[in-house]
């Protein structure tokens, strides 16, 4: 282990990605290279880059740009990863993942049922209409899991760390250990936990994924995904990429990786203001259930206390409004006045979304309660703002609803 990967997690968060050489001089905040082509005096060296044998640059949609390449070197630093790749969405590059995992018409993958709607659309809609075999299953219960893994064999068994939105916790190693098995590889989505509160290739994943539009951005103005793993794949997804352009832009990378400078000191205060309001929300007369992984009552509080290395929950939780339908809901969301309802997370400010109208909108309604996704259900990620000013807007504001 060198000096540097000795340093401590804020330490690498400021410094991973900067200070790459940049001929006499070395700028203090890494650069941003607009560039689309790069030139070479040597076509040989042109060869080189062209042919993979030689580092460098060419053209950024599909082959890569030194702004990007800084961001992933920092995320791949912080996630314990021998490489990234970024994508231009989180969806892109969760799609990328399936791919250079080896999902392909014919082949199959395991996934949590209760995972971000998109991503179950994905799974259950774009890639079934293309010849992959999907099963669902409840990722807590490691028997129901090991059975689907059994019925055939499996290219992904696919997991997020903390599920949105209903927040329970991926036993990490025991679900690597049931992936491995049986051949299959263990994707893990870790945009709820951040490579600050959880790292998954430490527990056997083989791929992790992050929506950096969320917390490594941190300020809800970047689009940007993120794929850490070995070097090996971070070859396959580059390949892929130069097929189909996903490449995220220069701009997007720079704010990502100035983001990502806060992320520790973002997350220490997101997860302790949510904890409060998680307990403080428990009590409220309009609340019938709240759902946060540090909750006392959670029976995977353990587990996740392990995996989180106590450094804390994360900013978001759910909870559901006694008695509420959606016109009661709609209520509550037009209520607030601080609080933005908005279809994202992991800002500075805090967010608010019905996940039944938003985040798994493409669900049935049937689809949603089998997973426990009620009509009234409201999923808060929670900012930076002062914990009173967020409490007392959503008391006013439940007051209404």
Avoid at 16 to 29: I, Y
Avoid at 155 to 170: D, H, I, Q, Y
Avoid at 254 to 273: D, E, F, I, N
Wanted: glycine share 8%.
């Amino acid at each position: 282990m060198d000096k540097k990967s000795r340093r401590g997690f804020a330490t690498r968060a400021i410094h991973t990605g900067e200070r790459l050489p940049a001929g006499d001089f070395t700028p203090v905040v890494g650069p941003i290279h607009p560039s689309v082509g790069y030139t070479y005096e040597r076509a040989a060296d042109l060869d080189a880059v062209l042919g993979g044998e030689k580092e460098g640059f060419v053209y950024s949609s599909r082959y890569h740009n030194p702004t990007t390449a800084a961001l992933e070197q920092a995320v791949a630093d912080l996630e314990g990863g021998e490489a990234a790749h970024a994508f231009a969405s989180g969806m892109a590059a969760l799609h990328l993942a399936f791919l250079a995992a080896g999902v392909r018409a014919g082949s199959r993958v395991v996934a949590a049922a209760d995972i971000y709607g998109a991503t179950y659309s994905m799974l259950l809609n774009l890639l079934s209409e293309l010849g992959v075999d999907v099963t669902f299953v409840s990722i807590t219960d490691l028997g129901q899991v090991a059975a689907a893994l059994a019925a055939g064999p499996a290219a992904v068994l696919f997991a997020e760390t903390l599920s949105n939105p209903l927040l329970r916790t991926a036993d990490l190693p025991a679900l690597a250990e049931l992936a491995h098995a049986a051949g299959a590889l263990f994707l893990v989505d870790n945009t709820f936990c951040s490579p600050y509160l959880c790292n998954p290739l430490a527990h056997g994943a083989d791929l992790v994924v992050h929506s950096a539009t969320k917390f490594i951005s941190g300020h809800g103005d970047v689009m940007a995904g993120v794929v850490v793993g070995s070097r090996e794949m971070r070859s396959r997804l580059d390949a892929l990429n130069r097929l189909v352009g996903s490449s995220v832009g220069p701009f997007e990378s720079w704010l990502a990786l100035r983001g990502l400078k806060t992320l520790p000191l973002r997350m220490v205060r997101q997860s302790a203001s949510a904890l409060a309001l998680a307990e403080w929300l428990q009590s409220h007369p309009r609340i019938d259930c709240v759902y946060y992984p540090y909750l006392p009552e959670n029976p995977q509080l353990e587990l996740t206390r392990r995996l989180t290395e106590n450094r804390g929950g994360g900013s978001v939780l759910s909870f559901e409004i006694r008695g509420a339908d959606r016109s009661a809901v709609f209520r509550f969301l037009e209520g607030l006045e601080l609080i933005q309802p908005a279809t994202t997370l992991g800002d500075l400010y805090s967010l608010v979304l019905y996940p039944a109208i938003s985040s798994h909108r493409a669900l049935t309604p049937e689809a949603r309660a089998a997973v426990g996704i009620g009509e009234n259900l409201v999923r808060l990620s929670v900012g930076i703002e002062d914990l009173e000013d967020i409490q007392a807007d959503l008391e006013q504001a439940l007051a209404k609803g």
